[in-house]
């Protein structure tokens, strides 16, 4: 059975820097592309971040590109995602998820594309 765990959150200011990580168990996790997606209140979910199953394709939401980095450990079986310069508008349930396919993904920034889900981890940034 496929578990992600997702940790990091918290409440930071304006400008401060959080990491996420997320374990992954139940399968071999160098196989398998992940993604960030993050969820703000009274909003849909939205793509963040990916990384591909080798980790030598990344792909970013226009939003985060440049403060964002996702990265990806397979000898520890975690992903993580850096958060650099945050702002408020980045307060959410951020969600880490893989794909049920190994190896290549299409439509990555789409969440059907994804069958498994971590519960999320909150963060919040203050003015």
């Known amino acids: 059975q496929v578990q992600l765990v997702e940790s990091g959150g918290g409440l930071v200011q304006a400008g401060g820097s959080l990491r996420l990580s997320c374990a992954a168990s139940?399968?071999?996790?160098?196989?398998?592309?992940m993604a960030w997606f993050h969820q703000a209140p009274g909003k849909e979910r939205e793509f963040v971040a990916f990384?591909?199953?080798?980790?030598?394709?990344?792909d970013y939401a226009d939003s985060v590109k440049g403060r964002f980095t996702i990265s990806r450990d397979n000898a520890k079986n975690t992903v993580y995602l850096q958060m650099n310069s945050l702002e408020p508008e980045d307060t959410a349930v951020y969600y880490c998820?893989?794909?049920?396919?190994?190896?290549?993904?299409?439509?990555?920034?789409?969440?059907?594309?994804?069958?498994?889900w971590g519960q999320g981890t909150q963060v919040t940034v203050s003015s």
């Open positions: 998820a893989t794909p049920t396919t190994a190896r290549g993904v299409g439509r990555l920034r789409d969440e059907q594309t994804y069958g498994y």
């Open positions: 139940g399968r071999t996790f160098s196989m398998y592309a």
């Open positions: 990384i591909s199953w080798s980790g030598s394709s990344t």
